[in-house]
């Protein structure tokens, strides 16, 4: 098949297209190059079948493809608020313009939601059936009500034009290619402590995040994708149920590195939700998926791309 992943040189994308790849599709992969790099990509670049458009998705295009993974969207706080009126623009017009190539050509479609269309949930877990709690003028709403939009076209464009589409809410997911320096709190932490600076924990350190470890996740996007036509067009929840604080994590990296760390606290970002994780009975029925990997296993491996890269940059 010729699979079209857009926003497929970020972290999770490159897992996506080297998956794709392995199981023998043609994969196109689109990008603007904001947060993602050429570096991410590097090792696919001579594999038959692959190929790179450099393209912004909020300006229209012209491709064909049998399946399209629209995961094009800054994910991190920092990138995504560092322009706000482009995070929504990616999120409605990169949507408009990858469901009208899905119309054109009959393509299947997958939208990357997110666990930020709960907001900060009055409901734990949170199931898929849970409408959210989201601020629509506050400094994560570009994305989050980008989001949300992004899954009322998405359902619209199914529901007025028949397009199979697919929508996974995709919860904190963690491992290699993820960003040094973006803020997310498992690079955060990992590459603080591999420098031996204090980990910075906002708030008491009490809240909670649910971590999916990224081969999980490819998984469990391609699972949904591949479902047969006509059983699923509602979101799915896909993340790693298991629930950890923020002093859980600090501790489980201090356990992976052998090592004792400091932290340091500061004040909680306007609008940080304070639990969240997904109820993934959908998933587990409908797709047979489940997470396979600990959170000690995936540190683990996550810990290993860090160390590697902060040694090749003479940084560690
Ligand atoms: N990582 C997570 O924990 C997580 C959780 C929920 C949802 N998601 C979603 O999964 C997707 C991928 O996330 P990620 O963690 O790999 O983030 P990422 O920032 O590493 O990847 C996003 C990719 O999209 C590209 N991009 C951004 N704006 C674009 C535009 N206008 N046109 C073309 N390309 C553009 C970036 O250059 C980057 O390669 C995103 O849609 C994100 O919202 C991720």
């Excluded at 040189?9 to 790849?21: D, K, V, Y």
């Excluded at 877990?125 to 899954?151: L, T």
């Excluded at 910075?200 to 909670?208: K, L, R, V």
Aim: hydrophobic share 35%; with cysteine; aromatic share 6%.
């Amino acid at each position: 098949m010729r699979i079209l992943v857009t926003g497929g040189a970020g972290f999770i994308g490159s897992h996506l297209c080297e998956r794709l790849l392995g199981e023998g599709n043609e994969v196109v992969c689109l990008d603007n190059f904001f947060t993602g790099s050429r570096e991410n990509i590097a090792h696919l670049a001579d594999r038959p079948g692959f190929s790179v458009v450099d393209h912004d998705i909020t300006e229209p295009i012209q491709l064909e493809a049998d399946r399209i993974f629209n995961l094009a969207c800054p994910a991190s706080p920092i990138h995504y608020q560092h322009n706000p009126v482009k995070t929504v623009k990616t999120n409605v017009m990169g949507a408009i313009n990858m469901l009208g190539i899905a119309k054109r050509v009959g393509a299947r479609i997958l939208q990357a939601s997110t666990s930020e269309v709960y907001g900060d949930p009055a409901e734990h877990p949170q199931r898929e059936s849970y409408w959210g709690n989201v601020n629509p003028i506050g400094p994560r709403s570009c994305y989050d009500e980008g989001k949300r939009v992004a899954e009322t076209l998405f359902t619209d464009y199914h529901r007025q034009h028949g397009i199979d589409i697919r929508i996974i809410r995709i919860f904190n997911t963690y491992g290699p290619r993820m960003r040094e320096n973006d803020g997310r709190v498992v690079s955060n932490f990992i590459v603080q402590a591999l420098k031996g600076d204090e980990l910075t924990i906002y708030g008491s350190g009490e809240q909670t995040r649910s971590f999916c470890y990224v081969d999980d996740l490819v998984d469990g996007m391609i699972k949904l994708m591949d479902c047969e036509s006509g059983k699923v067009h509602k979101p799915v929840n896909v993340g790693n149920p298991g629930e950890f604080s923020m002093n859980e994590l600090a501790l489980k990296i201090e356990a992976a590195l052998g090592k004792k760390l400091q932290v340091r606290h500061l004040p909680l970002p306007e609008d940080d939700p304070k639990q969240r994780k997904p109820d993934i009975s959908r998933a587990s029925e409908m797709l047979g998926w489940v997470p396979t990997t600990t959170l000690s296993d995936g540190l683990d491996k996550t810990i290993g791309y860090f160390k590697q890269r902060l040694e090749s940059s003479g940084n560690s």
